[in-house]
């Protein structure tokens, strides 16, 4: 029991300690003799966990499954001197920063709408009344084709109440109604990728005795960015079979490695993906070089859509703690026809991305990671971009590690994307990975 007792300690004590605290003294720092602690202790987890231990599980597994429940987070309520009314009023309340957490690349537009553009983009908030219903929105994409609308999801104190395509350009979801007041938590979260569109949340109304009902949730100490093509945007990763085709309707954020990730960590996200982008070459079919579907040519936008095409506010928005690039795949498509002459042209792409990615998070460690979806000689020039930029700039807050290709055994998504099985074991590592390298524990909960 001392060992179990000791991994569960190690493991699962988040946010104490620095996380980027290099920069931030928000996070308290640990002794040295903490360190070799939590070092034994992470050891130990990683023997347990790889030897299939599982009735020694750590909260990793936990999480990872959905069970934690012992780490849901207690129900918000309103303070005793919350200002009321006289009595009940009923109030619409806008998707901004004042009522809402907004997570994710969002854009604000001139019709007072809130666009969660991005894939996991979300408005999170408290609400408190005795009737409170959500108003969304859809863009263009809504009345398209059925496949590619947006889909979404809303939570109610961490509990699914909605998952849907986004079919119309207004809609009204009920949160709940009763007798007596009652404090809820509301999460709306983009579920699908920013290429099919997005969805649009205007404004929450709410009947409640008290003046300032809705608030945002607040935010965390750890704030994460993660940019990738489909393996990030969770391309068909609820399909039951490798032959089936793609659609939004089995694209979700949640299930992927990075909202894993995120959660684990107690951390905020944002993302910036697209399936089939690249770093110097989209997915080709041909082996020609599909200029257009790289990521560097999008990362300083909010999204890809001509609604959506705008420069994102990096200097107004949360500066990011940890960046994850998971790029790398679809370039193998290009690169390898004719491997050894165009591996420097991918090299110098990638250390110039890297250098755009440093220049918009100047206090962010850089996570570089590639090879679910196979390519590994493409993870070895990855190496060799962060050791050249690294070198060139002296820059060392940056490192790579390779992603474990999938296997059958584990099972595939649409098109042979990663399972649900492979994402959560995508995510165990990068926890891992985040966690020692910059001396962190993880610690939070799964939806």
Known sequence: ??????????????????????????????????RLVLAIGGLICWILYTHGIKGLSTPIMQTLTGNNSQYAEEPATMPEDAPKWDSEQTESYPAIAAHMKLQGRTMRDEDQITWLVQSGSAAEFTVTGTKAVLTLAGDGTALGKENHKPRYA??????LLTDALM??????????????????????????????????VKHVTVTSIYQEPVQPIPAKDLRIEFIGDSITCGYGVETKSEKDSFTTGT?????????????????????VCYSGYGIVSGWTGDGQKKP?????????????????????????????????????????SYLSPSFSSRSKEFIKGYVDFLKQVRQKNPNAYIFCTMGTMGGESVYGLIEQAVGEYSTTTGDTRIKSYASPVQTQEDG????YHPSVKTQQDSAQLLTEEIC?????QPGGSFQ
């Not at 595939?412 to 098109?415: F, L, P, R, S, W």
């Open 1 to 34: 029991m001392l060992i179990v007792d000791i991994c569960q300690e190690v493991c699962y004590n988040v946010e104490e300690k620095e996380a980027a605290g290099y920069e931030k003294e928000r996070r308290c720092r640990c002794h040295s003799h903490r």
């Open 154 to 159: 809303v939570y109610l104190d961490d509990q």
């Open 167 to 200: 079919r119309t350009k207004e809609l009204e979801i009920p949160l709940f109604e009763s007798n007596q007041p009652r404090t809820a938590s509301v999460k709306v979260i983009q579920l699908s990728e920013a290429g099919y569109g997005a969805v649009g």
């Open 251 to 271: 694209e979700n954020f949640t299930k992927t490695y990075a909202y894993l990730t995120a959660r684990m960590l107690n951390a905020d996200y944002s993302a």
């Open 292 to 332: 257009d579907s790289i990521l560097p040519k999008y990362y300083n936008l909010i999204g890809i859509l001509p609604k959506y095409k705008k420069q994102w506010d990096f200097e107004h928005a949360e500066q990011n703690d940890v960046v994850v690039i998971n790029l790398g795949t679809n370039d193998y």
């Open 412 to 415: 595939y998504g649409a098109d």
């Open 436 to 440: 020692n390298t910059l001396g962190i």
